[in-house]
Antibody, heavy 117, light 107 residues
Framework: QVQLVQSGAEVKKPGASVKVSCKASGDTFSGYYIHWVRQAPGQGPEWMGWINPNSGDTNYAQKFQGRVTMTRDTSISTAYIELSRLRSDDTAVYYC??????????WGQGTLVTVSS | DIQMTQSPSSLSASVGDRVTITCRASQNINTYLNWYQQTPGKAPQILIHDASMMQGGVPSRFSGSGSGTYFTLTISTLLPEDFATYYCQQCYSYPWTFGQGTKVEIK
């Protein structure tokens, strides 16, 4: 059983960066990959990438290469996603989720990021 | 990228109805297909993995089938708590991609 608690909502201006955190509890932090998935208003989810908390290895969707950075701090069981050069179409709810056998089983509550001038 | 196309995009049904949602992949994904249920304001929740394997705790009225490029999610007897949006997702190759969703509404 894993609980994922994300940081609060953010409002950013175009061109700025945002960093969202995801704190895990209840199980071994390094035991599962953490993925980030976002969902724009009224749209389906969109996969952004994953981080292996054990090694720090990452795999980003090509669409976000150069703008996204996923990191982790194992001492506090927390994963982070930072997205830079924000645009209005980055407005979305950002979720962290754990992977089990190629599916997403535990999810954070989501963090709304609003990009507006 | 593999495109996932769901149909219909929305449907109206009554409690007790049998409902089937389809999902087509733009290329062969074997059985690397998951189904999720999402209610407003909540994160998606896994229902089915590997096209037909029920996640633990999911009611038996949900079932999945298919392989290759064609998949279905069936709800045998619709209950009030099943009115939600359903998404398919391929995990065959990166980037993992989702369908656009099927909203099941009350008739």
């Amino acid at each position: 059983q894993v609980q994922l608690v994300q940081s609060g909502a953010e409002v950013k201006k175009p061109g700025a960066s945002v960093k969202v955190s995801c704190k895990a509890s209840g199980d071994t932090f390094s035991g599962y990959y953490i993925h980030w998935v976002r969902q724009a208003p009224g749209q389906g989810p969109e996969w952004m990438g994953w981080i292996n908390p054990n090694s720090g290895d990452t795999n980003y969707a090509q669409k976000f290469q150069g703008r996204v950075t996923m990191t982790r701090d194992t001492s506090i069981s927390t994963a982070y996603i930072e997205l830079s050069r924000l645009r209005s179409d980055d407005t979305a709810v950002y979720y962290c989720t754990t992977e089990s056998s190629r599916s997403f089983d535990y999810w954070g509550q989501g963090t709304l990021v609003t990009v507006s001038s | 990228d593999i495109q996932m196309t769901q149909s219909p995009s929305s449907l109206s049904a009554s409690v007790g109805d049998r409902v089937t949602i389809t999902c087509r992949a733009s290329q062969n994904i074997n059985t690397y297909l998951n189904w999720y249920q999402q209610t407003p304001g909540k994160a998606p929740q896994i229902l089915i993995h590997d096209a037909s394997m029920m996640q633990g705790g999911v009611p038996s009225r949900f079932s999945g089938s298919g392989s290759g490029t064609y998949f279905t999610l069936t709800i045998s007897t619709l209950l009030p708590e099943d009115f939600a949006t359903y998404y398919c997702q391929q995990c065959y190759s990166y980037p993992w991609t989702f369908g656009q969703g099927t909203k099941v509404e009350i008739k």
